[in-house]
């Protein structure tokens, strides 16, 4: 099992930038499929990007596809996302996952292991 926590969020303006990290303790952190996930008020969590247990690949919510970017390195138990070019529709709750079915995928019923959030608000 892994514990996830967040850090990294914040206030910006418009067009600034970043890094979300998510570290992880526990065990078997290079097992798992990770996801960043996020959660605006009174709208649903959505999928923001995934990746893969080993990096080899990725995927992203079309709304920050070019954007953003995920990354984890596995000697520090890691995750990140790197948020650039970022917009005032970007604010919300930032949430990390882990799943030892994954592949980063978007479905986040399968992960099981969740992160208890980061603020991002982007400022017009």
């Known amino acids: 099992q892994v514990q996830l926590r967040e850090s990294g969020g914040g206030l910006v303006q418009a067009g600034g930038s970043l890094r979300l990290s998510c570290a992880a303790s526990?065990?078997?952190?290079?097992?798992?499929?990770l996801g960043w996930f996020r959660q605006a008020p009174v709208q649903e969590r959505e999928f923001v990007a995934g990746?893969?247990?080993?990096?080899?690949?990725?995927d992203y919510a079309d709304s920050v596809k070019g954007r953003f970017t995920i990354s984890r390195d596995n000697a520090k138990s890691t995750v990140y996302l790197q948020m650039n070019s970022l917009k005032p529709e970007d604010t919300a709750v930032y949430c990390c996952?882990?799943?030892?079915?994954?592949?980063?995928?978007?479905?986040?019923?399968?992960?099981?292991?969740w992160g208890q959030g980061t603020q991002v608000t982007v400022s017009s």
């Open positions: 526990g065990r078997g952190f290079r097992n798992y499929g």
């Open positions: 990746i893969s247990w080993s990096g080899g690949s990725t």
């Open positions: 996952a882990a799943s030892l079915l994954g592949g980063g995928t978007p479905v986040k019923t399968v992960y099981d292991h």
